[in-house]
């Protein structure tokens, strides 16, 4: 069974930084790509960043150079690291995990999902 738990939400200032985690656990996951989609009030669900089984990542256009997605597989652990935050950040944010091994910016790519974690940017 595969179950996917992250933590590191909460209420940030513009300009701060945050870092979400993602715990995870079964079906080898560690042989798998892992992402971060996140979904903002009256919005669709869109991508933010994945990682391939190797390390490769890829990024949505607006999240490049703010966002920052490592793991650590002997944690069995998924992070997103985000700085500059800005209030159009505010989302909650899921991590999700496709069935194969490289990065997919796809949500119909991806299998298993995370409940989320709620990220709020205000003054």
């Known amino acids: 069974q595969v179950e996917l738990a992250e933590s590191g939400g909460g209420l940030a200032q513009p300009g701060d930084s945050l870092t979400l985690s993602c715990s995870y656990s079964?079906?080898?996951?560690?042989?798998?790509?892992m992402g971060w989609f996140r979904q903002a009030p009256g919005k669709e669900r869109e991508f933010v960043a994945s990682?391939?089984?190797?390390?490769?990542?890829i990024y949505a256009d607006s999240m490049k150079g703010r966002f920052t997605i490592y793991r650590d597989k002997g944690r069995n652990s998924l992070y997103l690291q985000m700085h500059s935050l800005r209030s159009e950040d505010t989302a909650v944010y899921y991590c999700?995990?496709?069935?194969?091994?490289?990065?997919?910016?796809?949500?119909?790519?991806?299998?298993?999902w995370g409940q989320g974690t709620q990220v709020t940017v205000s003054l």
């Open positions: 079964g079906r080898n996951l560690n042989t798998k790509a």
């Open positions: 990682i391939s089984a190797i390390g490769d990542t």
């Open positions: 999700a995990a496709p069935l194969g091994p490289a990065a997919v910016m796809l949500q119909s790519e991806y299998k298993y």
